[in-house]
């Protein structure tokens, strides 16, 4: 391997610390901040992160109100307990993990979370205000990638940056960060998605590709330039009977070949992932403040 790697558990630790702290002198100004967390029914993956959120809320001392929810709930119900989250003043933040069940809209759910409590970015107002540029709660994982750059020393300004996925969660928020005029942006960003004609085209002229289709083995070697960076927001589950568990996570990228020729790689797990739920925790702690008028 001769890419060094992005350790996105160590900056994780760095900055959870930061937050303890800071979550510590808010107690002392009688002030907890608290996050509502709601699942519905138990996929496997939504239940490690849900479990994760709140391990990780718990450690820095944010108050977090689970809320586990059988997968035939109605949405009715889900939007009453979203309205009673809404309401309350000891809730900072709110969390509706996805994807949701398919007989609930989520638009629908995610519209029902008041702006102010928005800490994953979701809402079409928080989206709108990032996009204009405007201070807003930026979605957790395009946030952990963007701070991953940048605390790496990525040089962002005129890099030429390519998304692999275009989804709401990851890539659309992304390349709006990436390209505002800003320090933090001033990117040159493309996104490829599955009609993307040549996907390799684009990635080998790339100096940051960023990987987040959701697929093992998206971006294999070949695909890249020498010393290129290459971060990897996917997590897959590969069947792996030489496992306790019988599966092991992999990302969207070949890491084994793909490492020999990048700069800078992160790592799965240890890279984006630990520093998604930092940023949860981020926009719960702003949140409170806010609301504290602090
Ligand atoms: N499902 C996958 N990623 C996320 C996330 O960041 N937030 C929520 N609420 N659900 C998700």
């Known amino acids: 391997m ?168 990851v890539g659309k928020p992304l390349a709006n960060m990436l390209i505002q005029k800003s320090p933090t942006g001033n990117a040159t960003v493309t996104i490829c998605h599955t009609k993307t004609k040549d996907v390799s085209a684009h990635t080998r002229k790339a100096d940051i590709v960023i990987a987040a289709a959701g697929r093992a083995n998206t971006i294999t070697a070949d695909m890249i330039k020498d010393d290129a960076v290459v971060i990897d927001v996917g997590i897959n589950r590969i069947d792996d009977a030489t496992k306790k568990r019988g599966y092991r996570l992999v990302g969207d990228v070949d890491f084994a070949e793909v490492s020999k020729k990048a700069g800078l790689i992160t790592p799965v797990p240890g890279g984006v992932g630990p520093m998604t739920i930092t940023m949860l925790l981020y926009n719960t702690v702003e949140s409170a403040k806010t609301a504290a008028g602090v």
Request: charged fraction near 25%; proline fraction near 5%.
């Open 2 to 169: 001769s890419a060094k790697l992005i350790d996105g558990k160590q900056i994780a630790i760095y900055l959870r610390a930061e937050l303890k702290a800071e979550v510590e002198k808010l107690k002392q100004k009688g002030i907890t901040p608290g996050l509502g967390v709601i699942l519905v029914g138990a996929d496997a993956a939504s239940v490690s992160y849900v479990t994760a959120k709140e391990k990780a809320c718990s450690e820095i001392g944010i108050y977090s109100d689970d809320n586990r929810l059988g997968a035939e709930t109605s949405e009715k119900d889900l939007l009453a307990l979203v309205d009673n989250m809404n309401r309350d003043p000891k809730i900072n933040g709110i969390l509706v993990q996805l994807p949701l069940p398919k007989h609930i809209d989520e638009q629908k759910v995610l519209l029902a979370i008041d702006p102010a409590k928005d800490v994953d970015g979701f809402h079409p107002v928080s989206v709108g205000k990032m996009v204009v540029g405007q201070k807003a709660f930026l979605p957790c994982t395009p946030h952990a990638v963007l701070q991953l750059l940048i605390r790496s020393g990525v040089k962002l300004e005129g890099a030429e940056v390519v998304i692999v996925g275009r989804s709401n969660i």
